[in-house]
């Protein structure tokens, strides 16, 4: 992948007032629809799927605001057949907070996974950590990979909502 650092800055609204050259281009090569003029003006909220990400993110926002310190996480943002290792860097502008990705490396999928929302349909759908991508399925947090070689998962069945699970929550410690 060509495009290694996307980043974008929020506002103390946490609205998104801009972003760099590089989001076009990713969001385009990945075959999304969240472009810049899509996005700014609206609530970086707005693009974060699931109550637990929303805090757990807005107590990183609030911290590196509060503190006047940047803030660094890895975190994964797969694709269907790529999966995304990245960091996430948070800095002070004033009042506005410049949050940066830099990709740090990539895995091939196969086969891809794709797990449809379970917001989007009536029901609950697998946990899923928004921090590291496992699955929490039979008492356990997995990788997907691992959960569909064990025959626990189908991704093109099972619906997923995003939490944050207790090792990833105890990194924001």
């Known amino acids: ?59 990183l926002l609030d911290y590196c605001r509060h503190m006047r310190q940047p803030v660094s996480r890895p975190y994964r943002c797969d694709s269907p057949d790529l999966k995304r290792f990245m960091e996430m860097k948070i800095t002070c502008l004033g009042d506005d907070l410049l949050l940066t990705h830099r990709l740090l490396r990539t895995e091939p999928i196969s086969p891809p996974v794709n797990f449809p929302l379970g917001d989007e349909v009536v029901g609950q759908g697998l946990n899923r950590c928004s921090i590291c991508n496992r699955i929490f399925t039979f008492g356990h947090w997995l990788d997907v990979d691992l959960a569909r070689r064990r025959g626990l998962v189908e991704p093109s069945v099972d619906r997923v909502e995003y939490v944050v699970c207790p090792v990833c929550q105890a990194s924001q410690k």
């Open 1 to 59: 992948m060509s495009l290694s650092t996307v980043s974008y800055r929020i506002d103390r609204d946490n609205l998104i007032v801009d972003v760099s050259e590089e989001w076009d281009r990713f969001a385009i090569a990945n075959g999304g629809s969240c472009t810049s003029h899509s996005i700014i003006g609206h609530s970086l909220f707005d693009f974060i799927s699931g109550d637990p990400t929303r805090m757990f993110v807005r107590v």
